[in-house]
C-alpha cells in the first residue's frame, strides 16, 4: 500500500470518527434537551388571554372552584359549570399540551354550557393542579378517570369527553376503561412521535424522524413510565360514540392521524376533516358547521335515560 493511500485511508477514519463523534452528540443533546421540554414544558399561569374572560363568571356563568385526586395522588383542580337547563348530562373538557383550561372557556364552553355541565380542569403539570411528569396522555389518563369519577359522585350522566390536542389522545386513551358515552377529540395524535416531529421539522433539526422517537423514549424514562400510544386504544372505545375532527393544514399533528385513529378504532365512529384549519383552529375554520356537527353527534349519545 501506497503512503498516499495511507494517509488517505487515515483522513478517511479521521473524518468518519469525527462525524460518529457529532451523531452521538446531537443524539445525546435531541434526548436530553427534547425530552426535558416533553416533560417539564413550564407552567403557564391561569390568567386571561387577550383581555377575554378570566373565569365562568365572566362570561355570566354559574360555576364551582372544585378539586379532586387521581388514584396515584395527584390534586387535579378545575370548575365546574352549570348547564343552561335542567339536565344532568355534563361534557369533560380536555385541554392541549402545555396550556391550561382557559383556551377552553372561551373556545368551547359558551356554546356547550347552554345544553350540557362543563367541567374543565388542568392536567397534572398543567395551570392549578398538582406537579407531576407530563406523559402526552398516558399519565393523564388517570386525570381524566378522576374527573369522570367526580361528575359520577356529583349525580351527573351522561358523560362525554371532549378533547383538544393532547388532551383529545389523552380521552381517546382513557374512555375505554370509563362509563362514558361518547369522545369527542379535534386534532388528536394517533403516534406520540408525529407531532415531535413535526415540531423538530419546523425548528429546523435534521434526522427529525429518528430525533423525534428519541425524544420520546427518553421522555418515558424521565417520567418513569411506559408511555401508550392511542392508535393502540382507540378500538376500546366501542360501543361509545366517537367524533374525530382532522383540521386539514394542520402542521404540528397532521391530519392522516386522525385517519389513521379511525380506521383503527370500531363502529360507532366519524370523521370530520375541517378544510383550511391549523392545529387548535378547527372551531373557528369550521364555524358554525363544526358546533352544528359537534352538537348533534353529543345529542346523538347523550340522550338520557
Do not use: C
Not at 407552567?43 to 362570561?59: C, K, M
Not at 370509563?178 to 425548528?203: G, Q, W
Amino acid at each position: 500500500m501506497t503512503a498516499r493511500r495511507i494517509r488517505r485511508r487515515s483522513i478517511a477514519t479521521w473524518i468518519g470518527r469525527v462525524l460518529g463523534m457529532l451523531a452521538a452528540v446531537y443524539v445525546a443533546f435531541v434526548s436530553v434537551e427534547g425530552s426535558r421540554r416533553l416533560v417539564r414544558p413550564g407552567r403557564r399561569a391561569l390568567e386571561a388571554i387577550d383581555d377575554g374572560p378570566s373565569t365562568p363568571a365572566d362570561l355570566g356563568l354559574a360555576y364551582e372552584a372544585v378539586a379532586f385526586e387521581t388514584e396515584d395522588g395527584i390534586t387535579i383542580a378545575g370548575w365546574l359549570i352549570a348547564a343552561g337547563r335542567d339536565t344532568r348530562a355534563a361534557v369533560v373538557l380536555l385541554h392541549g399540551f402545555s396550556w391550561n383550561r382557559m383556551p377552553d372557556l372561551t373556545e368551547f364552553v359558551p356554546w356547550l354550557q347552554p345544553r350540557y355541565h362543563v367541567l374543565q380542569f388542568d392536567f397534572r403539570g398543567h395551570g392549578e393542579s398538582g406537579d407531576a411528569p407530563i406523559t402526552l396522555g398516558t399519565a393523564e389518563r388517570r386525570d381524566v378517570a378522576a374527573a369522570v369519577r367526580f361528575m359520577i359522585s356529583r349525580g351527573y350522566g351522561p358523560i362525554a369527553l371532549m378533547g383538544l390536542s393532547m388532551g383529545a389522545s389523552a380521552g381517546i386513551m382513557a374512555a375505554g376503561d370509563l362509563p362514558v358515552a361518547a369522545v369527542v377529540a379535534d386534532a388528536p395524535f394517533a403516534e406520540l412521535h408525529n407531532p415531535v416531529e413535526n415540531r423538530m421539522r419546523e425548528l429546523g433539526y435534521p434526522l427529525a424522524g429518528i430525533g423525534s422517537r428519541l425524544v420520546v423514549a427518553a421522555a418515558a424514562l424521565r417520567a418513569r413510565i411506559k408511555l401508550t400510544q392511542p392508535v393502540d386504544r382507540v378500538a376500546a372505545i366501542s360501543p361509545r360514540g366517537l367524533l374525530l375532527i382532522a383540521p386539514r393544514e394542520d402542521r404540528l399533528t397532521s391530519w392522516t392521524q386522525s385517519r389513521r385513529l379511525y380506521d383503527a378504532a370500531r363502529e360507532p365512529k366519524e370523521l370530520y376533516v375541517v378544510q383550511g384549519a391549523e392545529h387548535g383552529d378547527a372551531r373557528r375554520q369550521g364555524g358554525a358547521a363544526y358546533v352544528g356537527r359537534v352538537l348533534a353527534f353529543l345529542d346523538r349519545f347523550m340522550a338520557e335515560r
